[in-house]
């Protein structure tokens, strides 16, 4: 392995030795928590031009499967880990996690405290980085003269059209940078998908007459979202059922005249705690989330709040008193993560046979 760094806009230096593809990468350093799931988590589209620091200690040990890809594709800028393990326990296992970055162009650091990189992203909140050969003077003046695109849905979302066929429900799903994870439960649940760019209009979901419509999760901001999509989201909640999840719950919300905040650090991980209020029952769920529905905004004449993360207090899941629309801000498909919320998609289905009848 070489000798390779990991900078931060604020001069910050961390040596380490390089994985994964050599190039040198810049993008937003954020954590994630979760102990298991690496694989998910680095082909995860949320995780566009981000970098992504790993706090679980030994990354790579259950190899590549193929079982286990949230997009084909992976867009992350790298990973930073403390041990990576050059030797699998997984039987399944067909490929390494260094190989695997290599063939995605994907750089890796490892070596690094991450006990201290990730106590010091809390206190600074999401930051820019780069991971490089040489920590000079010139690799800060680039990383500082970096300016990273907020274009991140249409960089990862599907040019055209394209099913993922089955026999029973028609689903549409809008894709903002969609997890495979999603595709697999609608599957199981026989619905027969049709996904979507993240720009389809009112007029060209309707035309495929859905039985209901799933607005995908995705990296970015949704400010970052032009006003025709909310403008779609308020023509096709008042049509047919709609289920949104992570950016599409906060842009469900801002249709619906809520307010969407920045939040201080980003929450990336497998087993936040999270209450459903109408039960009370306490859930368990992967998120990764770096903006939160400010709940005074919230019309309690148009919306109903539906979950709240234990934590922090922030809104996780909404429904809409007049129409059969809802979202949560959480990832329900666990994938990765536990498998309380997985409900969500039955209750959905219940939903779209409902109507149909």
């Known amino acids: 392995m070489t000798e390779r760094y990991l900078i931060l806009e604020d001069g910050s230096a961390f040596k380490g030795e390089g994985f994964g593809s050599g190039a040198t990468t810049t993008g937003q350093v954020v954590f994630n928590t979760s102990m298991t799931g690496y694989q998910q988590i680095v082909t995860n589209q949320i995780y566009h ?125 809008v894709d ?46 949704p400010f970052d979202m032009p006003n025709s999509v909310l403008e779609m989201i308020q023509d096709i909640q008042s049509k047919m059922p709609l289920f949104a999840i992570g950016l599409g719950h906060e842009l469900f919300a801002l249709a619906n005249n809520a307010e969407v905040t920045e939040m201080a650090s980003e929450h990336h991980g497998a087993n936040h705690p999270i209450r459903r209020i109408i039960t009370n029952q306490v859930i368990f769920a992967a998120e990764g989330q770096g903006y939160a529905i400010d709940p005074k905004s919230v019309d309690r004449d148009q919306l109903i709040i539906t979950h709240i993360d234990l934590i922090n207090g922030t809104v996780q899941g909404l429904r809409h008193r007049d129409y059969p629309a809802f979202s949560v801000q959480f990832f329900p498909d666990a994938a990765p993560g536990p498998d309380d919320a997985i409900d969500i998609f039955d209750e959905f289905v219940e939903i779209l046979d409902g109507n149909r009848e």
């Open 49 to 173: 031009n981000q970098i992504i620091v790993f706090s679980q200690p030994t990354i790579g040990s259950t190899g590549i499967t193929h079982d286990s890809y949230e997009s084909i594709l992976p867009t992350a800028k790298g990973m930073v880990v403390r041990d990576l393990a050059s030797i699998s326990k997984n039987r399944h296992r067909r490929l390494s996690l260094d190989e695997f970055l290599k063939q995605n162009n994907i750089p890796g650091i490892s070596g690094i405290d991450t006990r201290y990189l990730i106590r010091k992203l809390r206190q600074t909140g999401t930051i820019k980085g780069s991971i490089v050969d040489v920590a000079d003077d010139h690799a800060f003046d680039q990383l500082n003269a970096t300016v990273l695109t907020n274009q991140q849905v249409a960089q990862v979302s599907t040019p055209k059209p394209y099913p993922n066929p089955n026999t029973g429900r028609n689903v549409v799903v």
């Open 176 to 221: 903002f940078g969609l997890k495979n994870g999603i595709l697999r439960q609608l599957s199981k649940r026989n619905c027969n998908v049709t996904v979507l760019p993240w720009s389809a209009t009112a007029e060209e979901i309707s035309n495929l007459d859905p039985d209901g419509v799933i607005l995908s999760t995705g990296p970015g901001s």
